[in-house]
């Protein structure tokens, strides 16, 4: 199999699928011949696995770690690059949010030169307020699929039956205009204290799924939403240049403005 991937690639035939597998699978191949040095110390998250599964062998399949590793990717970049764009346009639409955003920041950091700490990000209570609803408002994957792997009775639908071995879309845009009210509005006092709506419609927020298969990044998603924020903020100013096309979205597959957010930042010194 390898080698007619490899036949196919010299010469120079159309075989994306297989060219990404066999990529994928010559960069895992590396990997574990790095790891099985007992000195080898690991660089990335790839070569930690890679030291955990020679210590800790475990059955795999050679689907599984490139599969993984893809999703890991995905999630990391594509999710996380879409919600920055969002916030982005969003904060330059509703100005009086920013200038919240840039009142807090300034109260927490004496030095906007300084690198951002989680101490720092642990009392941004309105950033994180602002982060939320960017992730309500504009969830970056609005559908997950799930497989079937027994007949699933759903009772919000009537007792209807999902039979074994089909694929479920459930819509986390739906989920998210759900409970919350002005669902269609931008609103990041919703997650204050005071109004505590992401307790009173927890079961409707679902940017990160529920339950065992959530988001393993959840916790970095959003310190890496926020560091942004906070950088861009303090040290940025941006005119988003808004078209007809704006408030329309693109699956790209996370979501985006159909016109790609056209942003220009400029110093604010």
């Excluded at 594509?78 to 200038?99: M, N, R």
Aim: charged share 25%; proline share 7%; aromatic share 10%.
């Amino acid at each position: 199999c390898q080698a007619k991937r490899k036949s196919m690639m010299v010469l120079g035939r159309s075989c994306s699928s297989s060219s990404m597998g066999w990529s994928r699978s010559v960069i895992i191949q590396k990997a574990r011949r790095r790891a099985q040095d007992p000195d080898f110390v690991p660089q990335c998250m790839l070569d930690f696995w890679m030291v955990t599964l020679r210590d800790h062998p475990i059955d795999e399949t050679e689907h599984d770690l490139p599969s993984t590793i893809m999703d890991f990717l995905f999630a990391s970049q594509d999710a996380s690059t879409s919600s920055l764009v969002w916030i982005a346009q969003l904060l330059h639409q509703h100005p009086e949010v920013l200038e919240k955003v840039r009142a807090e920041v300034e109260s927490v950091r004496s030095d906007p030169e300084a690198p951002v700490t989680a101490d720092e990000l642990s009392r941004l209570e309105y950033v994180r307020q602002v982060t939320k609803e960017v992730l309500r408002y504009r969830p970056p994957a609005p559908m997950v699929p799930y497989y079937t792997t027994k007949d699933v009775t759903l009772k919000a639908a009537n007792d209807f039956v999902v039979p074994k071995g089909e694929i479920v879309i459930a819509s986390i845009w739906d989920a998210h205009r759900e409970g919350f009210p002005n669902a269609d509005r931008f609103d990041p006092e919703r997650f204050s204290k005071e109004r505590g709506e992401d307790f009173q419609y927890s079961k409707y927020y679902l940017p990160f799924g529920v339950g065992p298969h959530q988001c393993l990044g959840r916790e970095y998603a959003m310190n890496h939403m926020m560091a942004f924020m906070v950088i861009a903020a303090t040290t940025t100013n941006w005119q988003h240049h808004p078209t007809k096309l704006s408030e329309q979205i693109i699956y790209l597959p996370t979501i985006y403005p159909a016109d790609h957010a056209y942003v220009t930042f400029s110093s604010r010194n």
